[in-house]
């Protein structure tokens, strides 16, 4: 069974930093392209960036392009997305995913999901 764990969540004031880390469980974790998404309240939940299995190809939302980067460390089995310049409606719960294929930002590929870290930017 795969478990993905999000951290790193919280408060920030807008123009701030935060990075979040997602865990996941198993050994083929090099095997699969990680991404994140996010669902603010009363909004459908939307991707926000991926990377590939060798961390080598990088893809984002046009919203995040310039303020996030997400990076990963296969011996670790941690995705990483830092965000900086955060704006107000970056607020959100956080989302890691995996998936068994290509990347693509359709919410409804993506195989395995974290339960999230919420995500919160004061003005």
């Known amino acids: 069974q795969v478990q993905l764990v999000e951290s790193g969540g919280g408060l920030v004031q807008a123009g701030g930093s935060l990075r979040l880390s997602c865990a996941a469980s198993?050994?083929?974790?090099?095997?699969?392209?990680m991404g994140w998404f996010h669902q603010a309240p009363g909004k459908e939940r939307e991707f926000v960036a991926a990377?590939?299995?060798?961390?080598?190809?990088?893809y984002y939302a046009d919203s995040v392009k310039g303020r996030f980067a997400i990076s990963r460390d296969n011996a670790k089995n941690t995705v990483y997305l830092q965000m900086n310049s955060l704006k107000p409606e970056d607020t959100a719960v956080y989302y890691c995913?995996?998936?068994?294929?290509?990347?693509?930002?359709?919410?409804?590929?993506?195989?395995?999901w974290g339960k999230g870290t919420l995500v919160t930017v004061s003005s």
């Open positions: 990377i590939s299995r060798s961390g080598r190809n990088t």
């Open positions: 995913a995996r998936r068994a294929g290509s990347v693509t930002p359709h919410t409804s590929d993506w195989d395995y």
């Open positions: 198993g050994r083929t974790f090099s095997n699969y392209p």
